[in-house]
C-alpha cells in the first residue's frame, strides 16, 4: 500500500520540481522529505487500523493465498480501501503528468517563439523545420509520461476492479492469483521502466554496475538541444526557461 503512495509521492515531486520550481527548494528539502516519509507509512497504517477496531479484519485469503484485509467482512471497507489506496494514486499521478505535459509543451512553444524572433530574414527557412521537430518532441515527452502512468494502471487497477465488482465473492480464485502478481509486479518493472525511459537513470545504472564514483555520475556530460551539458541531481534552475526542460523530455 505504501509503495503505492510513494509513487504519488514521486508525481507530486516530480510537478513542483517542473511547474512550480521556484518554490521546489522550500518544499522539498532534505529534512522535509524525511517527514514526508514518515507520513506516507503513516499514512497506509491509518488506512490498515480500522480492520482493528470492528470495520474489515485481516484473515487468509484462500483465494489470493495472502494474509490481508478481509475484503469479504465488510464490503463498504473494501471500497474505502480501494478508493484510497489505489484509486488516489492512480488520480495523483494521472493530474501531476499531465500538468508536467502541459507546462513543459507551453515553455517549449515560447521558448521556439523567441528564438524565431531573433532570426532576420530567413523566418519561413526556420520555422519550416523547427515545427516537424517541435511535434516529434511533444510526442517523444507524451508517449514517455503515457507509459509511466499505464504500466501503473495496468498493473494495479485489475486489482481494484475485481474486489469492487466480486462483491459475492465469486470469482474463481485464479483471477486473484493472476491480479495481485500483476499489481505486485509493478514495483519490480518499475527501474527498466525509468531506466528505459530515462537517459540518466541509464547512466546511473551503468555507472553502478562498473563502481564509479558519485561525482563521475554527477558530473557526466549530456548532449541536448546541440549543446553539451553536465547533469545533475538538483532540480532545474529557474534562472532560464530552459533549464524548465530536463534531458528527460527530450525523448532521445
Not at 521558448?111 to 527557412?125: I, Q
Not at 530515462?198 to 563521475?216: E, G, H, I, M
Request: hydrophobic share 45%.
Amino acid at each position: 500500500m505504501c509503495s503505492l503512495h510513494t509513487i504519488m509521492a514521486i508525481g507530486i515531486n516530480r510537478y513542483f520540481a517542473i511547474c512550480r520550481n521556484h518554490v521546489y527548494k522550500r518544499i522539498f528539502s532534505r529534512r522535509k522529505n524525511v517527514i514526508y516519509c514518515m507520513c506516507l507509512w503513516m499514512g497506509a497504517t491509518a488506512i490498515e487500523i480500522p480492520n482493528h477496531f470492528g470495520w474489515g479484519g485481516n484473515s487468509f485469503d484462500k483465494k489470493s493465498l495472502m494474509c490481508l484485509y478481509d475484503r469479504t467482512q465488510h464490503y463498504s471497507f473494501s471500497v474505502f480501501w480501494v478508493l484510497f489506496a489505489v484509486c488516489l494514486p492512480i488520480g495523483v499521478v494521472a493530474v501531476a503528468y499531465w500538468r508536467i505535459y502541459v507546462k513543459v509543451r507551453s515553455v517549449r512553444k515560447r521558448v521556439c517563439a523567441v528564438a524565431d524572433s531573433t532570426v532576420s530574414g530567413r523566418l519561413d527557412a526556420v520555422n519550416k523545420p523547427i515545427q516537424p521537430k517541435i511535434r516529434k518532441r511533444d510526442v517523444a515527452l507524451a508517449k514517455t509520461l503515457f507509459i509511466i502512468f499505464i504500466v501503473f494502471l495496468v498493473c494495479w487497477f485489475p486489482y481494484a476492479l475485481i474486489i469492487i465488482i466480486d462483491y459475492y465473492n465469486t470469482a474463481h480464485g485464479n483471477w486473484y492469483i493472476f491480479v495481485v502478481s500483476l499489481a505486485h509486479t509493478n514495483s519490480s518493472v518499475n527501474f527498466i521502466l525509468y531506466g528505459a525511459t530515462n537517459q540518466q537513470f541509464r547512466s546511473a545504472y551503468s555507472a553502478v554496475l562498473t563502481c564509479k564514483s558519485d561525482n563521475q555520475v554527477l558530473g557526466a556530460e549530456t548532449t541536448w538541444n546541440g549543446q553539451t551539458k553536465r547533469s545533475t541531481l538538483a532540480p532545474p534552475s529557474t534562472n532560464s526557461q530552459r533549464h524548465l526542460l530536463p534531458p528527460s523530455f527530450t525523448g532521445k
